[in-house]
């Protein structure tokens, strides 16, 4: 904690601690350091109110207490005497409540950083009637409101982040004219209209964000007014019409991000033309034509995303010329050709994804090269041939090669010789001894001599701990031609172990009626038995993914091991060749996406069997994702967290939370991937 003697340095002008341990609050004794000018006790771990003598320092210039777990509202009496003051940091704590509008006591104020907290309310018009206003910095927290009229007062205005919130309306894109603004970001809020033609910008104009909004219409080319761009972020909104051409000619960009938008006709070659570009992202948009071989250009390039479109042609081989690539994806589109052999040069490269193409030929064995790799997918392609045997893409498993039939080798655990596509070399066959097939012989029988006792062994334990319940595929001789035969494993006592039982309780999988839900890897059926046992039964769609019953019992066999009280629980599989089969409790109550955008019955139930509110009346249908979002707006977003989950800094729970509502968004486009949903998080941990 502080210590409280530092309050006797009468003369005392500067105290600056940032950056330590420090706990506990600003010692009530320093009220009478009326002689101070800058207090800076940033990132540390004080909590707390703020302490409502702060105001009383006259000659107050920098008040910085950002980056702690300081709570409450801010007060008014912090800005009483704050005629000196030039910047005050509150960023980064768990503060609640709404601005106080005495902050334009604060003539002389040049800015203020009141981001990462849960501030709610409105954008208070004081904040630009003080004439020096050049900094404000409200992003990540809960304001609503249209906010154009009151920003565009800020004639002083060089730094405006008001991403994250709840603002509507028309963004306030008048201020990117002003004479010294350099960074504009307005990004995931709920601003509508288009992107105005820019008639003026700031030549310090350098990060311009509007993502993650309801924008629409077309992307001005008078946008390349702004020569001094850095960034520029359009993604995740509406925006339709075509990549203007003449953002080539913005030589200072180095991110550029058009993702997630309606945005068609091809990828300009003159993109190439940005030397020091390093972010290119246009995944999921309606993109046609051939990746530009100009883009080669881009030496300094980092990420190259143009995942999710219609692009076709080839990978250009001159694609090792950007020699700092550590992220390539061109998964979901249509590229064909061969993947070239020069991609073994990124040496540099941890994501690379050419999924969902029709490339074909055979995997270059120079992607061994890439010893960095942290995901790797070739799956879905027509790709054939031998698999390379290098451990760099060997450890990403069946997985990452799936789906192309003419694929063999490790870890496929297809044959090369069953299709034919292994390697001359390996279709030779030498000549042994007779000593050496003996010796074979040998060998093999014991080891299978070794594996039949072994099985007796499992069995025999099985019977005798008698937990599970193994029903080999033995209908009875009156069983009719259509049955299917498999293997059925019970873990669970309570179910029928007769096989007239099971021929009864799976006409549900023919029923319409017993269909609870589907997703992409299979439908699920509710099955009934006498006695009023009810299961639920997913029915896989493993056509590509599995290839053999050891394959999936083993798969099986890590679900098996899954325990946690919200998940559901494990009572079996079944296997036969044309059909697999899960079963596992059933819950009634509907599913995830019914609880998360309403069309159930009242009273929903997440998966942790609680209920997220109480419903003020019983018949009141309670749409989570609306309910969450009002809490959000209204500033009470605690009230939906665990209360085991108090002693986390609220601050980050709504951040996720709020991530979470975009990840539940109705319309597909609007969901982050996962790569985007990481990068989110990251920028939400705390330091």
């Given at each position: 904690?502080?210590?409280?003697?530092?309050?006797?340095?009468?003369?005392?002008?500067?105290?600056?601690?940032?950056?330590?341990?420090?706990?506990?609050?600003?010692?009530?004794?320093?009220?009478?350091?009326?002689?101070?000018?800058?207090?800076?006790?940033?990132?540390?771990?004080?909590?707390?109110?703020?302490?409502?003598?702060?105001?009383?320092?006259?000659n107050?210039?920098?008040?910085?207490?950002s980056?702690?777990?300081?709570?409450?509202s801010?007060?008014?009496?912090?800005?009483?005497?704050?005629?000196?003051?030039?910047?005050?940091?509150?960023?980064?704590?768990?503060?609640?409540?709404?601005?106080?509008?005495?902050?334009?006591?604060?003539?002389?104020?040049?800015?203020f950083?009141?981001?990462?907290?849960?501030?709610?309310?409105?954008?208070?018009s004081?904040?630009?009637?003080?004439?020096?206003?050049?900094?404000?910095?409200?992003?990540?927290?809960?304001?609503?409101?249209?906010?154009?009229?009151?920003?565009?007062?800020?004639?002083?205005?060089?730094?405006?982040d008001?991403?994250?919130?709840?603002?509507?309306?028309?963004?306030?894109?008048?201020?990117?004219?002003?004479?010294?603004?350099?960074?504009?970001?307005?990004?995931?809020?709920?601003?509508?209209?288009g992107?105005?033609?820019?008639?003026?910008?700031?030549?310090?104009?350098?990060?311009?964000?509007?993502?993650?909004?309801?924008?629409?219409?077309?992307?001005?080319?008078?946008?390349?007014?702004?020569?001094?761009?850095?960034?520029?972020?359009?993604?995740?909104?509406?925006?339709?019409?075509?990549?203007p051409?003449?953002?080539?000619?913005?030589?200072?960009?180095?991110?550029l991000?058009?993702?997630?938008?309606?945005?068609?006709?091809?990828?300009?070659?003159?993109?190439?033309?940005?030397?020091?570009?390093?972010?290119?992202?246009?995944?999921?948009?309606?993109?046609?034509?051939?990746?530009?071989?100009?883009?080669?250009?881009?030496?300094?390039?980092?990420?190259l995303?143009?995942?999710?479109?219609?692009?076709?042609?080839?990978?250009?081989?001159?694609?090792?010329?950007?020699?700092?690539?550590?992220?390539?994806?061109?998964?979901?589109?249509?590229?064909?050709?061969?993947?070239?052999?020069s991609?073994?040069?990124?040496?540099?490269i941890?994501?690379?994804?050419l999924?969902?193409?029709?490339?074909?030929g055979?995997?270059?064995?120079?992607?061994?090269?890439?010893t960095?790799?942290?995901?790797?997918?070739l799956?879905?392609?027509?790709?054939?041939?031998?698999?390379?045997?290098?451990?760099?893409?060997?450890?990403?498993?069946?997985?990452?090669?799936?789906?192309?039939?003419?694929?063999?080798?490790?870890?496929?655990?297809?044959?090369?010789?069953?299709?034919?596509?292994?390697?001359?070399?390996?279709r030779?066959?030498?000549?042994?001894?007779?000593?050496?097939?003996?010796?074979?012989?040998?060998?093999a029988?014991?080891?299978?001599?070794?594996c039949?006792?072994?099985?007796?062994?499992?069995?025999?334990?099985?019977?005798?701990?008698g937990?599970?319940?193994?029903?080999?595929?033995?209908?009875p001789?009156?069983?009719?031609?259509?049955?299917?035969?498999?293997?059925?494993?019970?873990?669970?006592?309570?179910?029928?172990?007769?096989?007239?039982?099971?021929?009864?309780?799976?006409?549900?999988?023919?029923?319409?009626?017993?269909?609870?839900?589907?997703?992409?890897?299979?439908?699920?059926?509710?099955?009934?038995?006498?006695?009023?046992?009810?299961?639920?039964?997913?029915?896989?769609?493993?056509?590509?993914?599995?290839?053999?019953?050891?394959?999936?019992?083993?798969?099986?066999?890590?679900?098996?091991?899954?325990?946690?009280?919200?998940?559901?629980?494990?009572?079996?599989?079944?296997?036969?060749?044309?059909?697999?089969?899960?079963?596992?409790?059933?819950?009634?109550?509907?599913?995830?996406?019914?609880?998360?955008?309403?069309?159930?019955?009242?009273?929903?139930?997440?998966?942790?069997?609680?209920?997220?509110?109480?419903?003020?009346?019983?018949?009141?249908?309670?749409?989570?994702?609306?309910?969450?979002?009002?809490?959000?707006?209204?500033?009470?977003?605690?009230?939906?967290?665990?209360?085991?989950?108090?002693?986390?800094?609220?601050?980050?729970?709504?951040?996720?939370?709020?991530?979470?509502?975009?990840?539940?968004?109705?319309?597909?486009?609007?969901?982050?991937s996962?790569?985007?949903?990481?990068?989110?998080?990251?920028?939400?941990?705390?330091?």
């Open positions: 904690m502080l210590s409280p003697s530092l309050s006797s340095l009468n003369s005392l002008r500067i105290l600056t601690l940032y950056g330590n341990r420090f706990t506990g609050n600003v010692p009530v004794e320093y009220a009478g350091m009326v002689n101070i000018w800058k207090l800076n006790l940033s990132s540390n771990a004080m909590s707390g109110l703020i302490p409502e003598f702060l105001g009383e320092f006259q107050l210039r920098l008040l910085d207490l980056r702690n777990e300081f709570y409450g801010i007060p008014d009496a912090l800005f009483k005497n704050c005629f000196k003051t030039r910047f005050i940091s509150l960023g980064h704590n768990n503060l609640s409540g709404t601005i106080p509008l005495s902050i334009g006591n604060c003539l002389n104020l040049m800015g950083d009141f981001s990462f907290n849960n501030l709610s309310g409105s954008f208070p004081q904040i630009c009637g003080i004439p020096s206003m050049a900094f404000v910095s409200l992003r990540s927290n809960s304001l609503v409101g249209d906010v154009r009229e009151q920003v565009l007062v800020c004639q002083s205005l060089e730094f405006l008001l991403g994250s919130n709840f603002f509507t309306g028309l963004a306030p894109f008048d201020v990117i004219g002003l004479t010294n603004m350099s960074y504009f970001n307005v990004s995931f809020n709920r601003f509508q209209g992107i105005p033609e820019i008639r003026s910008c700031s030549d310090r104009m350098e990060t311009f964000d509007v993502s993650g909004n309801g924008l629409s219409g077309q992307i001005p080319s008078s946008i390349t007014i702004c020569g001094s761009l850095k960034v520029l972020n359009l993604g995740f909104n509406q925006l339709s019409g075509s990549i051409v003449h953002i080539g000619n913005l030589k200072e960009l180095s991110v991000r058009l993702g997630n938008n309606t945005i068609e006709g091809s990828i300009p070659p003159e993109l190439g033309n940005v030397e020091w570009l390093q972010v290119l992202d246009l995944h999921n948009l309606r993109l046609v034509g051939e990746i530009p071989t100009d883009l080669s250009k881009c030496r300094f390039l980092l990420e995303d143009l995942s999710g479109n219609n692009l076709q042609g080839e990978i250009p081989q001159t694609l090792y010329n950007m020699t700092y690539l550590n992220i390539l994806d061109l998964h979901r589109n249509r590229l064909g050709g061969s993947i070239p052999t991609l073994g040069e990124l040496s540099r941890q994501f690379l994804d999924s969902e193409n029709e490339l074909s055979i995997i270059p064995s120079s992607l061994g090269n890439l960095r790799l942290a995901h790797f997918n799956s879905s392609n027509n790709l054939s041939g031998v698999i390379p045997l290098s451990p760099t893409i060997q450890n990403f498993g069946s997985t990452a090669f799936s789906n192309n039939p003419k694929l063999c080798g490790s870890p496929l655990g297809v044959s090369c010789s069953a299709n034919g596509s292994g390697s001359s070399a390996s030779r066959t030498r000549k042994l001894s007779v000593s050496a097939i003996i010796a074979i012989v040998a060998a029988l014991i080891l299978i001599g070794v039949i006792i072994c099985v007796m062994n499992v069995r025999a334990r099985r019977r005798r701990d937990l599970t319940l193994v029903a080999e595929s033995t209908p001789a009156s069983t009719e031609s259509n049955i299917i035969i498999g293997k059925l494993v019970l873990f669970s006592k309570s179910l029928p172990s007769k096989y007239e039982d099971w021929e009864a309780g799976t006409k549900a999988l023919l029923d319409k009626e017993c269909m609870v839900g589907g997703g992409s890897i299979g439908t699920v059926y509710r099955a009934s038995f006498e006695g009023g046992v009810f299961i639920a039964v997913k029915k896989l769609e493993t056509l590509g993914r599995i290839r053999s019953q050891d394959e999936f019992e083993q798969e099986i066999g890590r679900l098996g091991n899954l325990v946690h009280p919200n998940l559901v629980a494990f009572q079996g599989y079944y296997w036969s060749a044309t059909m697999q089969l899960i079963l596992s409790e059933f819950i009634p109550n509907g599913n995830l996406y019914q609880h998360l955008h309403g069309h159930i019955h009242p009273g929903p139930k997440l998966v942790t069997g609680r209920k997220p509110v109480e419903s003020p009346a019983v018949s009141e249908v309670v749409i989570l994702c609306d309910l969450v979002r009002g809490l959000l707006e209204n500033g009470t977003a605690s009230d939906c967290f665990d209360r085991r989950l108090r002693g986390f800094a609220e601050n980050e729970l709504i951040q996720v939370m709020k991530l979470g509502l975009i990840c539940t968004s109705e319309v597909p486009s609007r969901r982050p996962m790569a985007e949903v990481v990068q989110v998080l990251e920028s939400i941990r705390p330091g």
